[in-house]
């Protein structure tokens, strides 16, 4: 597969894996051993990246990711965030991103992952009561100290990026970026431009939307993360978003591919610097969205998704997720 860069220097997979639902968000979940073997059959198909975080299961995920690469550590980029507090000192579901705390929770990672660093630390989500000067410098310890090697932030905002920057080079955003959820491309796009920052979107595929395998009538399991989703419940917002789904399929049905490689592709074709870590728990849609690193959008292709001018109907996240975003 292809490489990309983040940050001017650190080489990735132009598609990496995202391994939360592994572990968590979208039941039934599927045995550990099942994913630890597609884990690493994404290894063999070429895939570098791997992202997981403390908070996926809580812990389980990295657990997980660490038993499954450790065999291949030398050859793979793992991706893990701190910033939730799971030890109950502040209260359930609620950030921390105290130094303290960051320090010590990634010595937890570490042990968890069976590695003795991290190749890219992300802050989860934005503590509005941590400096981000602070957070920022308590990972540039961590990274003189070999811990840790690149630095990331997770749904942050253009100042809190620039700010962080400031104090130690960001080399990668993660934040939800896909043709139903375009906002990025209004700030953080040209910020991270300027910058030489990369950017790894996740949620890609719209949570599954964009595949075109969830309909008008579609339900989700109990405990399914979409269930919580405005997007999903809101039965008119559902019924409007299909309109991108079609979109896609027309020019899916021209290329002989799928509407989900036709979103991924589209993901790739923005900018050089932007790696997409679509998730699966199944080795065939693993294969299928890898193989949209194959396809190119033609001018015409761009051209007509452009010109489509969709916009998504309904929230992206329910109330109190979204009090959690930066911007």
């Not at 059959?41 to 975080?53: C, E, I, N, Q, S």
């Not at 503590?127 to 990331?152: C, I, M, Q, S």
């Not at 910020?191 to 075109?212: A, M, N, R, Y």
């Not at 969205?289 to 452009?306: Q, R």
């Amino acid at each position: 597969m292809d490489k990309r860069i983040l940050g001017g220097s650190l080489e990735v997979s132009a598609i990496g894996l995202g391994c939360m639902g592994m572990s968590t968000a979208f039941p039934p979940l599927p045995e550990k051993e099942q994913m630890v073997s597609l884990i690493r059959k994404a290894v063999d198909r070429g895939v570098t990246l791997f992202d997981t975080a403390q908070v996926y299961g809580p812990f389980t995920n990295e657990e997980l990711v660490g038993e499954a690469l450790k065999p291949v550590r030398d050859q793979v980029v793992i991706a893990t965030k701190f910033g939730f507090d799971l030890e109950g000192a502040i209260g359930p579901g609620a950030l921390d991103s105290r130094p303290d705390t960051i320090r010590r929770s990634v010595e937890e990672s570490l042990k968890r992952l069976r590695t003795d660093w991290i190749d890219l630390l992300y802050q989860h989500r934005v503590d509005p009561n941590v400096p981000t000067e602070e957070v920022a410098g308590a990972v540039k310890e961590l990274t003189e100290a070999g811990k840790v090697r690149h630095f990331g932030l997770s749904e942050a905002g253009v100042q809190t990026i620039r700010r962080a920057h400031a104090v130690h080079p960001v080399t990668a955003l993660q934040s939800e970026y896909s043709l139903w959820w375009r906002e990025p491309e209004d700030a953080i796009l040209p910020t991270l431009e300027e910058l030489g920052i990369g950017f790894v979107p996740f949620s890609p595929l719209g949570k599954g939307f964009l595949t075109g395998t969830i309909g008008r009538s579609t339900e989700f399991a109990s405990g399914d993360f979409r269930n919580t989703v405005p997007r999903f419940t809101d039965q008119e917002a559902r019924e409007a978003n299909l309109a991108f789904v079609e979109l896609l399929a027309r020019i899916a049905n021209e290329k002989g591919a799928t509407p989900a490689l036709i979103a991924l592709s589209w993901l790739l074709a923005q900018k050089p610097w932007i790696v997409p870590i679509p998730g699966t728990t199944k080795l065939h849609r693993l294969e299928q969205n890898l193989a949209a690193a194959d396809i190119e959008l033609t001018a015409e292709d761009l051209g007509e998704i452009e010109d489509a001018q969709i916009e998504a109907r309904g929230a992206r996240y329910a109330e109190a997720a979204q009090r959690m975003i930066d911007r």
